[in-house]
């Protein structure tokens, strides 16, 4: 007879069936839960830490998280963390603008008083350590389709050679027809200039100028003039009304791009705060500041304040007067990356991030600012995906080799490239060398120069603002003489856009930002800021964290020779020093940092670091100084200043 089970067997079969098929259901997100148990478990071990590092997370309090912009560290060893608006338009419309400054030693904040709106804006090491800060945003993007009022620029006009003439924000322009705009800025027009001559007693007046932004009071197409004509000054009469008038640029319905401001402070690292100096002669939003040999400051590029690309009207800040002057003429796409290089010539690798053709300012080499030449340098592969890309002077700064990571295609392009290359500035004819690919293509990569001479790059986004969830969590040490990278701790952030990294006194890497167009997969939901901040603890403080070298009493200042003695307890564990400049990284754009090999003397209880004098190598400004031992591991930094030279190296940027 066949077998028939039994209902009790009938009801087991039928609890281990339903058990079964619960588990096949259930079994993909088992396996993952799992596999992330197992993942954190591996990570976490004393080996891997040693071999890949690891990463941890601060704890910020609520009050003190911000979307963080821009990033620099300060030699007191805190970092500023400056926010601005934070590309959230209500903050701006509300004027509320976040400057946060960060302990990494006590991880401890302080908010900080913010004048104007910082975002976007570009920074600088100053001589002295203070920071200076300048540009920003005057006004947020209008797109197609959201602009309701014309809009364009307005030519005033100031006929008087006695006085200046001061137009506050709101003052209305009225056309021959009766169409009215008002402006969105104040604006100061100079003195005419009169010029006598001599023979005829005959004085010639010459009109003065200044530009402002204006929006048509009604809205609609009727307020679009392509045709240029005199506008009065509605609440001016007499001789004021004649010699004060505006001339109209095209005012139009298209989109309106964000506008940058004039406003420049430093950043004082001791009372913290924000110490106001004189306005730039262009509004620049996007712009770069590359510190140079003599401790002036140049400004480059950025939108000006009708939200045009700077056609190449670059300034000087000199910090002595607090004051700008005209610097030599360039175009550069906005947020270009410039190294200073010995002789003083700054080397333009074609990487940037942002606004701007793809037919200009895009090609790589050398500038020279004392005769406004340019040098082309060829072999960039995916020349035309240098856009986001990462870029750094590779150290030590003696070999003068910058290198160029990743990068996009121009603007919300697709493209992704995973090229490396590098270039030997010390060449006769330089060229660039293809270098070892990143693991695929990537936007938005932070790189970051370590003591050991070594690169740290992470994260970044496969498409443009991390679209389509692209985020790449990866991270890697790239090794200039090996020309290779090596594999290191992924980390547990996503970062694209707006984000930051930067190496702290005592070797560790702190991560900041992202600002991702979108939070899903299928680009639906709206993105949101990161405002996590995530630190990375390289392998070698895991091996030897208990043996790192420590360098005790030193002075913060070079004696006559450009030499600094330090009292150490084992000054035979001790085979390498790098002074290393800080950071002040936005928009994956980081000229500040730089790193410089350092002659070493030891004796029975100290070592001598000899500093190079060439200001071109070794600008002036605060600088961290590390010693390392045979496995790189580095000691806790000591700030020392290399001081401006007494004579100037000659006058590099005019």
Partial sequence: MPYKPSQKTKKTVLGIGGIAVLLSLNAPAALDFAGERYHAYKIAQPGYQAQYGSWSQVDIPEEYRTNA???????????????????EQKKFDKGEFDTVLWDPRTDTFKKIPTPDDFFCAGHAQLPDGRLLVAGGTARYELLDGEVERAAGGMRVKNESPDKEVFLKKGTVFRSPAGVEYVTRFDVTVPRAQAVTDRRTARTRVTASEARVFVEAVEKGPLSVTENQAQYEIVGLTGKDANNTYGLSERISLDKQDFQGIRAAYEFDPKSERYVPVDPMDKARWYPTLVGLEDGRVLAVSGLDDLGKIDPGDNEIYDPKTKKWSPGPKRYFPTYPALFLTKGGKLFYPASNAGYGPADRGRKPGLWDLRTNTFQYVPGLRDADQTETSASLL??????????????????????????????????????????????????????????????????????????????????????????????????????????????????????????????????????????????????ALHKNSKQRPVLDRGPQTLDSDHRATFTTAHPERITAARLMRPSAVTHTTDVEQRSIALDLTKTGDSVTVDVPKDPTLVPPGWYMLFVTDAQGTPSEAKWIQVKQPTAHPGEAAD
């Fill in 69 to 87: 912009i821009h990033a620099a560290l300060l030699h007191t060893g805190k970092v500023l963390i400056v926010a601005g608006s934070g590309n």
């Fill in 394 to 539: 590779l150290p030590p700064a003696q070999d003068q080799k910058v290198m160029i990571l990743g990068g996009g295609g121009v603007g919300e392009s697709k493209k992704a490239t995973p090229r490396t290359a590098v270039i030997d500035l010390k060449k006769d004819n330089p060229v660039f060398e293809d270098g070892p690919d990143l693991p695929q293509g990537t936007r938005y990569l932070n790189s970051v120069i370590m003591p050991d001479d070594t690169v740290f790059t992470s994260n970044g986004s496969a498409d443009y603002r991390g679209r389509s969830a692209s985020n790449i969590l990866k991270a890697q040490f790239y090794d200039p003489k090996a020309n290779a990278f090596r594999e290191a701790a992924a980390p547990t952030v996503g970062r694209n856009y707006h984000s930051e990294a930067l190496l702290l006194p005592d070797g560790r890497v702190a991560t900041f930002g992202s600002d991702p167009l979108f939070d899903d997969q299928q680009n639906t939901k709206l993105g949101h800021f990161e405002q996590r901040m995530e630190i990375f603890t390289p392998p």
